[in-house]
């Protein structure tokens, strides 16, 4: 294993002038115990030739894990540089198909056509056609080819012998029939302490957890995380089996996914990247930003009906701040937990007066706490029980709304398949805003009158 390296603009700087005076010798010196990993980071430092003239120093091994290794975009104009045949000898041979097939679908079709014209292996180029054809969010465009099958009417000396041909590196063997439908796993450790002469039939266990390869990539992943599996068989309408998902894949998926709703919840309606174009962030960001305006605006408005009770205490004006930070942040709370218990599937819209009730008496205990605190300050520093009065109701009030309007709507997008994390952020806190400012305004009304 290659020893932990820390990026430094030394290290760099001497990479470059090496690869300046076309030092082969030098850079591999600097570079032969990097990790791919490493040798991936340092590219964001070098400009393309730079990059090129250092990756056709490794040996394709490295190269391979180089390419999986770096972002997305800086891969793709990498491999605009690289000759098809370069593309394929480097690294295509090194690589597992659902890699080769997830950085092929990131080309162009012309592009994708050259490097597999240049794959020798016609079953290797057959796979990776294969997995290009499936959508990528699904277990069929995460599963990699590269597993070992025998068959159940086998017997142990054919199947160690099958084995040995298929040389692949995992700790279960899958079992199919004569139809290549599957039957369950059998461990390499019973294989080999059997007798020669043993069915598989009779050793293999049948209960075995699979997926469809048109299953979501994000119900993989909750599957594996589940059961702790860490290889997840994928088979086809029929139950043939078509391929294996590993947890290196699903630990992508997961890490996307939490990416994915970050951004939802900070109001980008986009799947973006830092390297995208300003036109690109920019339009990802102005949906939500926009609705923000109106919800402005609209508090705005309701500011203006509701103006004669400012006329007659302006005090009232004050405390619009807190009423506001209150029933977004508590909405935002409410909201956040439904939604993280929607992704780990520990609640759904079944269980929604479950959770709703439960809310409420949270809500409830946060209402008495903060609307006794906000008593207790007016009563000290206010001059009027009107005011008093007001807050600290209007508080109790708009948290509790707060509070289940945030448990309740992840929900409702969630049984008409929206994502809920559209809920979160903007949405919650900019629709708080507008209520709460009605009820707060409401409450004075009747408050006012009812005391003049």
Same mark, same amino acid.
């Given at each position: ?15 470059? &002038? ?17 990790? +791919? ?16 003239? !250092? ?18 975009? %800086? ?19 090194? #690589? ?12 162009? %079709? ?16 057959? &796979? ?23 068959? &159940? ?10 084995? /040995? ?23 390499? $450790?019973? !294989?080999?302490?059997? /007798?020669?002469? +043993? ?24 599957? =594996? ?10 088979? %086809?309408?029929?139950? /043939?089996?078509?391929?294996?998902? @590993? *947890? ?6 997961? /890490? ?7 951004? #939802? *919840? ?59 930070? #209150? ?17 780990? $599937?520990? *609640?759904?819209?079944?269980? @929604? ?9 949270? +809500? ?25 009065? @007001? ?7 708009? *948290? =509790?709304? +707060? ?8 929900? !409702? ?15 919650? @806190? ?8 009605? !009820? ?13």
């Amino acid at each position: 294993m290659a020893a932990k390296f820390e990026l430094n603009r030394d290290f760099i700087d001497s990479l470059k &002038e090496a690869v300046s005076n076309n030092n082969e010798v030098e850079v591999h010196n600097l570079i032969k115990d990097l990790h +791919a990993a490493d040798i991936a980071e340092l590219y964001a430092g070098l400009t393309i030739e730079e990059a090129k003239f !250092i990756y056709l120093l490794l040996d394709a091994e490295v190269a391979s894990d180089v390419l999986i290794e770096l972002e997305e975009d %800086d891969r793709e104009q990498f491999l605009a540089v690289l000759p098809g045949d370069v593309i394929a000898r480097q690294f295509i041979d090194e #690589m597992d198909s659902d890699d080769a097939a997830d950085i092929l679908g990131e080309l162009s %079709d012309d592009k994708k056509e050259e490097i597999l014209q240049h794959i020798d292996d016609l079953e290797q180029a057959g &796979e990776i056609v294969d997995l290009l054809g499936y959508d990528e969010d699904s277990a069929g465009g995460l599963m990699a080819k590269e597993l070992i099958k025998v068959n &159940e009417n086998w017997d142990v000396e054919t199947c160690i012998r099958e084995i /040995r041909k298929q040389a692949e590196e995992v700790d279960d063997v899958y079992v199919v029939d004569d139809n290549d439908i599957l039957r369950g796993t059998v461990s390499l $450790k019973r !294989i080999m302490i059997a /007798r020669s002469n +043993a069915k598989i039939k009779n050793l293999f266990k049948p209960d075995i957890i699979s997926v469809k390869t048109d299953t979501s990539s994000e119900e993989v992943a909750n599957i =594996m995380e589940k059961y702790d599996i860490v290889a997840l068989p994928v088979i %086809d309408s029929i139950g /043939r089996l078509t391929g294996r998902i @590993t *947890i290196d894949d699903v630990v992508d998926v997961i /890490r996307e996914e939490a990416e994915k709703d970050y951004q #939802m *919840i900070s109001g980008i309606t986009e799947d973006v990247e830092p390297s995208d174009t300003v036109f690109i962030l920019t339009r990802a960001r102005i949906p939500w930003l926009f609705i923000g305006l109106i919800g402005g605006i609209l508090g705005a408005r309701i500011i203006g009906i509701y103006e004669a009770e400012i006329k007659i205490d302006p005090k009232l004006a004050l405390f619009i701040p807190l009423i506001a930070a #209150m029933g977004g942040n508590v909405g935002v709370q409410s909201s956040s937990i439904v939604v993280q218990g929607l992704a780990n $599937k520990s *609640i759904n819209f079944d269980t @929604t007066w479950k959770k709703l009730l439960k809310e409420v008496s949270i +809500a409830l205990i946060i209402s008495v706490t903060f609307s006794s605190l906000i008593l207790l300050y007016n009563l000290i520093f206010s001059s009027t029980i009107e005011l008093t009065l @007001t807050v600290c109701l209007s508080l109790f009030s708009v *948290i =509790m709304f +707060a509070s289940v309007f945030g448990t309740f709507i992840p929900l !409702i997008l969630d049984r008409f398949k929206i994502d809920p994390a559209v809920a979160t952020g903007p949405f919650i @806190t900019t629709t708080n805003d507008v209520l709460g400012l009605f !009820i707060y305004f409401g409450i004075s009304r009747l408050l006012y009158g009812f005391f003049s």
